[in-house]
Nanobody, 117 residues
Framework: QVQLVESGGGLVQPGGSLRLSCAASGTISSIDTMGWYRQAPGKQRELVAT???????NYADPVKGRFTVSRDNAKKTVYLQMNTLKSEDTALYYCYYRKLSTRVDYWGKGTLVTVSS
């Protein structure tokens, strides 16, 4: 079993930055995929960024060049550095973990990011 707890959300002005963190507990492997999804009001949950084996990364087109996903396997933590934030980045951001051995997905409860002046 894996538990995920996000932190770092909040209110930020357009053009500002935020750093999200997600601490995992349970049996974690460096080969498993971790990352972030988001869900804006009235929209479906969508991929933001993931980081997997060998620290390979994958980003959704809207965040490329602005967001950076990273992980610290010793701390069992994944991060999302968000720069040049836009109003359309406003959403509930969910931490994600996929255990490759079982293909089971785990989700955090989410942290709210609001980009507004």
């Amino acid at each position: 079993q894996v538990q995920l707890v996000e932190s770092g959300g909040g209110l930020v002005q357009p053009g500002g930055s935020l750093r999200l963190s997600c601490a995992a507990s349970g049996t974690i492997s460096s080969i498993d995929t971790m990352g972030w999804y988001r869900q804006a009001p009235g929209k479906q949950r969508e991929l933001v960024a993931t980081i997997g084996l060998g620290y390979s990364t994958n980003y959704a087109d809207p965040v490329k060049g602005r967001f950076t996903v990273s992980r610290d396997n010793a701390k069992k933590t994944v991060y999302l550095q968000m720069n040049t934030l836009k109003s359309e980045d406003t959403a509930l951001y969910y931490c994600y973990y996929r255990k490759l051995s079982t293909r089971v997905d785990y989700w955090g409860k989410g942290t709210l990011v609001t980009v507004s002046s």
